[in-house]
């Protein structure tokens, strides 16, 4: 079945520090990938998604590029700030829009 | 995006009482509609999936008489916990899918059986 493997955090970084969170996947056929956040408060939104091998997903400076060959979708920033303090899901489906989502990365950003 | 309300945001009730969530899409027509159960420090997973008119399918494992799902309407979709117990605490999140097949997510309501 599909399955998704995130970084475990809790991560605190200093504002405009680089932010990376590792996210792998195992699915059968070729799924769609995303990543979401969650605000403290708030619900999930989707912040990017890639829907095939090598597509690169990028939204409020936020990258993250689908490897087919590492079956990796790893979410980068280079600059983040404090704004970005949330809980970041990485999450897989393929065709029939159920979501696998990983286990949730939190994110603290210091001023 | 379009929105989605769940409400209430959280809930507190007796052990043995049934408990109602409602989610609903308040500027789309959902198709269907996702009920997602997340643990402390766990990730979300997938409850049942509902569409209008239709019986809930309910993924492995999951109780369909105790996780009652209804969606009635293209804009509404309800799961009542009934006869709730203290690990039956969570925090329940809906998303909905309308004709731009993007997920929609709800803003979660957190349970808590005492």
């Known amino acids: 079945g599909n399955s998704v493997t995130q970084m475990e955090g809790p991560v605190t970084l200093s504002e405009e520090a680089f932010l990376t969170i590792n996210c792998t996947y195992t699915?059968?056929?070729?799924?769609?990938l995303f990543w979401y956040v969650q605000y403290p408060g708030e619900g999930l939104q989707l912040l990017l998604k890639?829907?095939?091998?090598?597509d690169k997903g990028s939204n409020k400076g936020f990258e993250a590029t689908y490897r087919k060959e590492t079956t990796s979708f790893h979410l980068e920033k280079g600059s983040v700030q404090v704004s970005d303090s949330a809980v970041y899901f990485c999450?897989?489906?393929?065709?029939?829009?159920?979501?696998?989502f990983g286990a949730g990365t939190t994110v603290t950003v210091r001023a | 995006g379009a929105v989605v309300s769940q409400h209430p945001s959280w809930v507190i009730c007796k052990s043995g009482t049934s408990v109602k969530i409602e989610c609903r899409s308040l500027?789309?027509?959902?198709?269907?509609m996702f009920w997602y159960r997340q643990f402390p420090k766990q990730s979300l997973m997938l409850m049942a999936t509902?569409?209008?008119?239709?019986?809930?399918?309910?993924e492995q494992g999951v109780e369909k008489d105790k996780f009652l799902i209804n969606h009635a309407s293209l804009t509404l979709s309800t799961l009542t916990v009934t006869s709730a117990h203290p690990e039956d605490s969570s925090f329940y999140i809906c998303?909905?899918?309308?004709?731009?097949?993007?997920?929609?997510f709800g803003q979660g309501t957190r349970l808590t059986v005492v």
């Open positions: 890639a829907t095939k091998a090598d």
């Open positions: 509902s569409n209008e008119g239709s019986k809930a399918t309910y």
């Open positions: 998303s909905a899918i309308g004709v731009a097949t993007e997920a929609f």
């Open positions: 999450a897989l489906n393929s065709n029939d829009y159920k979501l696998s």
């Open positions: 699915a059968t056929g070729y799924p769609s």
């Open positions: 500027d789309f027509q959902a198709t269907t």
